[in-house]
């Protein structure tokens, strides 16, 4: 069988270096032309060393009578095509894809030299490697992005089998994308790895059907072979808990850190206030309305009593205390609270709407500072949407067995990404008149419940806040 090879490159050095090394069983297959542009291509140089045809177009490989087989190895799928169109009916041809098909099974081939016992060892390292012990997603893939393995994890989570995966591109699987991932929340390490030739690192952050962020850290691992990498093993792992517990853990260090300073300040601050307070109204008393001194008097007086507002809060928010948690129907407390801001509602022309889940089950918490979160939120949505918008409260069973979730949306301004991360800050607030201390407190009322409270925003539409409680109280088993 006489080949003549598309591409000088390497792999075609290669494969005359397989076909004169190995002894072939029923075809005799021997290289007889190469074709490439360029003059130094290592494939073309070999063939001229040996005295074979060589040329920079394939085209002469059409007017020979002794080709009986072109091999495209430049993987080009247009010069692919133009062969096809071009050679005679008697001449086969081959892709690069194919080519390398067997360029897999002479790497077996000459595995199978090792023992019989490396071999078993080598297979049952792989399968552990994709499928019993890992729980993270695997995927192998080849240096241009094709997957060439996988494992259960993966298959589990994407909810494809094994043929609809094979041979894809991982992007496409993954991303349904049509080029490799790029960007701040997509890179690719596998870029990375086949560059550098190293192990690379990255997290992915994507939104579930909720609007939530997940968390994936992906890493890859280069596969060399003889010296080349021909491609990687790409890990990944669901890190969302791990992030969230470091987040959460962070905010309630900057809670409680803030709590016992605010304390301390508030007390301090509340004494003098009252002498200015009531020493401003006590000489008003000994004036009248009409003097001018009167009017000035009562702005002092009235920014006391803002102060005195602001340290009363910053009291709340440090005392918080242990819940006293009881069974309530969460339903009902949320119903008394869009009632009690139905005039606030009213006033900026919005109108808040509910939607309470029948099946809600009866509810442990404290029911003043669930009451307190709830209009802490509905206060701020209602404040961030203009005349006509709404803002919509309903309450459902969570996806997580044993909770539920508390739903507060609106139509409002919205909140920039930059800016949702430090919402939950105390005295974070971009208001005038604000305290940045109603979604602190919010939080730790929540978290005081044992539950998680969430915000997902986009910029002009609208805010969504989620709260998520157990049903019931954790409780320890003591052993
Ligand atoms: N529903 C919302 N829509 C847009 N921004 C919000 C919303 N809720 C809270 N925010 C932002 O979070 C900040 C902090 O809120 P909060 O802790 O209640 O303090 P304050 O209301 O006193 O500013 C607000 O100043 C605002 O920028
Ligand atoms: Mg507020």
């Known amino acids: ?43 073309l140089i070999a063939a001229m060393e040996k005295g074979l045809f060589i040329t920079s177009s394939y085209d002469d490989f059409f007017d020979r009578d002794d080709v009986d087989l072109i091999v495209e190895l430049t993987g080009s799928m247009d010069i692919y095509n133009d062969i096809l169109a071009k050679k005679r009916k008697d001449v086969r041809a081959i892709s690069t894809l194919t080519a390398e098909l067997f360029w897999e099974v002479a790497r077996v081939s000459t595995m199978q030299k090792k023992t019989k016992q490396e071999l078993q060892e080598a297979r049952a390292l792989y399968h552990v490697a994709l499928n019993d012990l890992i729980q993270e997603e695997v995927l192998v893939i080849d240096h241009r992005f094709r997957i060439i393995d996988t494992n259960d994890a993966f298959l589990e989570k994407f909810g494809l089998t094994r ?28 870029i990375q790895t086949l560059e550098t030739e190293k192990p690379s690192q990255t997290t992915h952050i994507h939104l579930d059907r909720d609007g939530r962020k997940i968390y994936y850290s992906i890493s890859t691992y280069p596969l060399i072979e003889q010296g080349d990498v021909v491609g990687a093993v790409e890990i990944s792992r669901d890190i969302t808990r791990d992030i969230n517990v470091q987040k959460m853990m962070m905010q309630q260090e900057k809670l409680a850190s803030v709590g016992r300073l605010s304390a301390g300040v508030a007390h301090e601050i509340n004494n003098p206030l009252t002498t200015i307070l009531t020493t401003a109204m006590l000489i008003q008393e000994d004036l ?9 008097l009562s702005i002092i007086a009235n920014e006391a009593l803002r102060c005195r507002k602001i340290v009363t809060n910053l009291l709340n928010f440090a005392r918080q205390t242990q819940p006293d948690k009881k069974k309530h129907n969460l339903n009902d407390i949320i119903a008394a609270c869009i009632s009690l801001t139905q005039k606030q509602a009213a006033f900026k022309d919005v109108s808040v709407t509910h939607a309470l889940s029948e099946s809600l089950p009866r509810t442990r918490v404290d029911k003043g500072q669930i009451e307190q979160a709830m209009i802490n939120l509905i206060i701020n949505a209602i404040e961030a949407t203009p005349a006509g918008g709404d803002i919509h409260v309903s309450t459902r069973l969570s996806d997580r067995q044993g909770y539920i979730q508390i739903v507060i949306s609106d139509t409002g301004e919205g ?3 930059e800016r949702i991360a430090r919402i939950f800050d105390p005295f974070f607030t971009t208001k005038e008149n604000g305290t940045g201390l ?40 003591a052993p």
């Open 1 to 43: 069988m006489n080949i003549a090879v598309v591409g000088g490159g390497k792999r075609c050095k290669d494969l005359m270096d397989v076909i004169q090394r190995h002894t072939f069983q029923n075809i005799h297959p021997r290289i007889i032309a190469v074709a490439d542009i360029d003059p130094t291509a290592p494939g």
């Open 288 to 296: 009248e309305p009409d003097d001018p001194t009167y009017a000035d």
């Open 438 to 477: 109603g979604l602190a407190i919010t939080h730790g009322i929540i978290e005081q419940h044992g539950g998680t409270i969430e915000a997902s925003s986009i910029l002009r539409q609208g805010t969504t806040f989620t709260i998520t409680l157990p049903v019931e109280e954790m409780v320890d088993h």
């Open 415 to 417: 909140i920039p990404d």
């Open 163 to 190: 043929d609809q995966v094979i041979g894809q591109f991982c992007y496409t699987i993954t991303h349904h994308l049509e080029n490799p991932c790029s960007g701040k929340d997509h890179p690719c390490p596998l």
